[in-house]
Each structure stands twice: as structure tokens, then as C-alpha cells.
T-cell receptor, first 116, second 113 residues
Framework: DTGVSQNPRHKITKRGQNVTFRCDPISEHNRLYWYRQTLGQGPEFLTYFQNEAQLEKSRLLSDRFSAERPKGSFSTLEIQRTEQGDSAMYLC??????????????FGQGTRLTVV | EDKVVQSPLSLVVHEGDTVTLNCSYEVTNFRSLLWYKQEKKAPTFLFMLTSSGIEKKSGRLSSILDKKELFSILNITATQTGDSAVYLCAVLNYGGSQGNLIFGKGTKLSVKP
């Protein structure tokens, strides 16, 4: 499978616990995005990387959220001390881009987080 | 603040109807506008528009961008029940941080048999 892969697909956790999600982008893609989506809403931007550099973080991203892309390949998104309001679908997307050309972004299947 | 606004938020039509979905935007350093279709899973890519006035077409779907008036439309002709989905519009900007992809809330299309 050469698409964007996210793990796990579903996660149920108790409030206050930490969770970590993983995203494996399409192999040649240098840009990687994280979004959060709740029912009836479009994807809300969280952060994105160009290679290993985290270029932008949304103001929505509180200090409980952290993302890494250590070698410019896969990325992890960690949420510490989860709250019920964190329950959402977390989507990862990847694309090619940089100075000059950008391609369309392709999405993974998402990780659905439920905080109980 | 950059924003993308889609209208209508929801739409119910019957099979065979033609629909037009709208997307307007206000972003700094506009680069491209993208349309996605989302069923009960991840968004799937439909079109990427960079130049004004050039229609992109794929089967019964077509889209065009107006960079002067800052909007795009997505047309679906002869709708089918399989077209039922949320259609998302996103804008890629190209600022100092080299590009971000900002989504609208989507238009939920329901096609009745």
C-alpha cells in the first residue's frame, strides 16, 4: 500500500491519559499535515512539516499537543492529559512542495479518538 | 485571518439534478484551491486549481476558479446517489512559512433517488 497510513485507526482512552498517533506519509512526499475534524465540520489545521521542520502550528494547538517528524519521514502526534473535548478524528495528509511547485495533499484514513 | 467559506452548508437534490457548490476565500498569498470529496472516511482529492478561468473536468464534475472575485465553484451534473458526500474546499497559501492548506466547513450534499 503506497498511500498515507495512520495508526491506530481507533483509540479509546480515559480522560487524563496520554495518547500518541502515528502517520506514515507517501514515501516521496516532503510535506506532512495534521488536522482535527469533528462531526459536521471541515478539517481544522493543527500543524505541518516540511521535511523534519515544523513550519507552522495552529493557535488551536495547546501545549498539551506536540508533533514530531524526526527524520522527515513518519510523524507522531501526542496529546497529553487528554480531555473529552479532544475527542475527534485526527487526519494526516502528505504532499510534495516547496519553493515553486506544490502538489495536492493525500489523506490517510484517520485516527478516531474517543476520550471517556 | 485567512478563511475559506463554503455555501450552502447542506443541499438536498434528486437524482439527475445539477448542483453548484460555492467556495469563497480570503487568504494572503494565494497559491491554489483544492476540492475534496469526503464520505464516511478520509477526504479524497478531486481538483486542484491554480489559474483563473480554466475549467477542470472529470466526468460529471467540473470546477473553475475566479482569482479576481476570490471564489470557485464545483458543478456536478446528472447527480447520482453515489455523489452524496461532504464536499470540501481548501486553499493553499504560500506565505513566509511556505504554504498551509486551509479548509472550509464543507457542503453536505444528499442525492435522493
Amino acid at each position: 500500500d503506497t498511500g498515507v497510513s495512520q495508526n491506530p485507526r481507533h483509540k479509546i482512552t480515559k480522560r487524563g491519559q496520554n495518547v500518541t498517533f502515528r502517520c506514515d506519509p507517501i514515501s516521496e512526499h516532503n510535506r506532512l499535515y495534521w488536522y482535527r475534524q469533528t462531526l459536521g465540520q471541515g478539517p481544522e489545521f493543527l500543524t505541518y512539516f516540511q521535511n523534519e521542520a515544523q513550519l507552522e502550528k495552529s493557535r488551536l494547538l495547546s501545549d498539551r499537543f506536540s508533533a514530531e517528524r524526526p527524520k522527515g519521514s513518519f510523524s507522531t502526534l501526542e496529546i497529553q492529559r487528554t480531555e473529552q473535548g479532544d475527542s475527534a478524528m485526527y487526519l494526516c495528509a502528505s504532499s510534495l512542495g516547496g519553493t515553486g511547485a506544490f502538489t495536492e495533499a493525500f489523506f490517510g484514513q484517520g485516527t478516531r479518538l474517543t476520550v471517556v | 485571518e485567512d478563511k475559506v467559506v463554503q455555501s450552502p452548508l447542506s443541499l438536498v437534490v434528486h437524482e439527475g439534478d445539477t448542483v453548484t457548490l460555492n467556495c469563497s476565500y480570503e487568504v494572503t498569498n494565494f497559491r491554489s484551491l483544492l476540492w475534496y470529496k469526503q464520505e464516511k472516511k478520509a477526504p479524497t482529492f478531486l481538483f486542484m486549481l491554480t489559474s483563473s478561468g480554466i475549467e477542470k473536468k472529470s466526468g460529471r464534475l467540473s470546477s473553475i476558479l475566479d482569482k479576481k472575485e476570490l471564489f470557485s465553484i464545483l458543478n456536478i451534473t446528472a447527480t447520482q446517489t453515489g455523489d452524496s458526500a461532504v464536499y470540501l474546499c481548501a486553499v493553499l497559501n504560500y506565505g513566509g512559512s511556505q504554504g498551509n492548506l486551509i479548509f472550509g466547513k464543507g457542503t453536505k450534499l444528499s442525492v435522493k433517488p
